[in-house]
């Protein structure tokens, strides 16, 4: 149990705790932060209570830290009944209309002093630039300090360390293109979260030791977003196929459609009568399996067994679990960073042929390797086959690694690019390499087609 003898003492103090808050709320908050740093140095304290409650709030938080996050979960799940106290992970959003950051006597910032840009990235990453207003160069170090604080209370430190993956603060300036007042950023992140950069694919995998095969459909935009603290259930409504082919996958048209119709009205009723997410489907050992998330105490089940009313010759085996790290999106829905490097050729080479691109005609195609070691990089190169030319880059002060940029002039061709690029994905990741990218060049345009393998 996390925290077993900090929990057992809040529960053996908690009445003491609770009715020295409104004249000591200071030495409270140390008082049970010196006990919670006894077994976890990593957490922290704080304590808010509003004075009609007839309860205080106890956040266990990561001041910001982002690998103590899951310390700090199972923390809380172990967290006692106490009836005068609500504990919660992670700060909280504040209130908009007041919120105000305060350093010292001199530097005082309120929500209204603050804009922001927000970026997104092609894989639902963001990036935020605080715009702050009067910037001065002599207060600057105070004042950004000040901005990322506010900007934590407004957003809440979850999002704040989850969401946005770049962060950084300019001058103010009126004429900036997708200026938004700080105040709009915690509605926009949610939107972004809740369309997941509505991004979808599909791909053939393989699942469990047997090596079952498997069609994933994924919404591939909700990587950068994932887990959602706010959605911390998942569903799996499990739909046996009525004709499967003999690997268990399915290719009757008309039970293809049928399923179809079936996803799209499933998905509507499901999120408009709450806050379910479709995350995506699992085609295998003849079944297909539809997966949501949900926030913790909602209970769809019902809902759904009510629309397979409809479809009576569909029996729904409806799973609804607890999986705050969205495991089963991470490990099972999205692809690894193979299969993603397989996606990604598949695309490339899809797009050459809707340009009419001479598919067969070779042309040189270049890959972009890293390795750590240079031990690392010289056994890759004593395997390389003749007809491949290479380029070596060495360290340098911004760049610790060692690259080798790969060309194969012969025999390359769109057709063959995936063998050729996989194998060397495999060949790298062998000798503790990284595959960055590839590129070749397309015939009909004579533009490059870059790609890089994340």
Known sequence: MAAEGFWKWVSENSERL??????????????????????????????????????????????????NITLAQDVVKCAPDLPRWKVIAFRQRGNMESLEIRMGDEISLGIKDLHCQAFVGPHGELGVTLLLKDMDDQENDKRAGAAVLLMDHAIGEYDAMTAIRSLSIEPYKEDLPGLMPLEDLPGFIDKMKNAGIDRWDCYMTTLDEEGSAASIFVKMGLGAWAPQLERSQRLRVIVPITKPREDGLIDDQDEVEQLWAIEEELVETLEESSDALFVGRVTTGGIRDFVFYYPEGERPEFTVQKFFGHYPQ????????????????????????????AMSIDHKVRALDEADDPLEQPRPVSILLSFEEEEA?????????????????????????????LEKTTDATPKNLGDYCLLMFKEVKDLGGDFEGWSCPAISSGEEADEDAN
């Not at 609770?18 to 919670?36: A, P, Q, T």
């Not at 509003?50 to 956040?59: F, I, S």
């Not at 890759?380 to 340098?396: G, R, S």
């Open 18 to 67: 609770f009715l020295r808050l409104e004249k000591e709320s200071i030495s409270v908050v140390e008082e049970m932060g010196l006990h919670l740093k006894e077994e976890c140095p990593e957490l922290f304290c704080e304590i808010g209570k509003l004075k009609e409650d007839p309860y205080a709030t106890l956040v266990i938080t990561v001041d910001g830290r982002q690998e």
């Open 314 to 341: 569909y029996e729904a085996d409806i799973n609804l679990s607890e999986d705050p790290e969205w495991e089963f999106f991470q490990d099972i829905l999205m692809p690894d960073e193979y299969e993603s490097l």
């Open 377 to 405: 990089r010289a056994s890759f190169i004593e395997k390389l086959a003749d007809d491949i030319t290479h380029k070596l880059t060495e360290p340098n002060d911004e760049d610790p690694r060692y690259f080798i940029e």
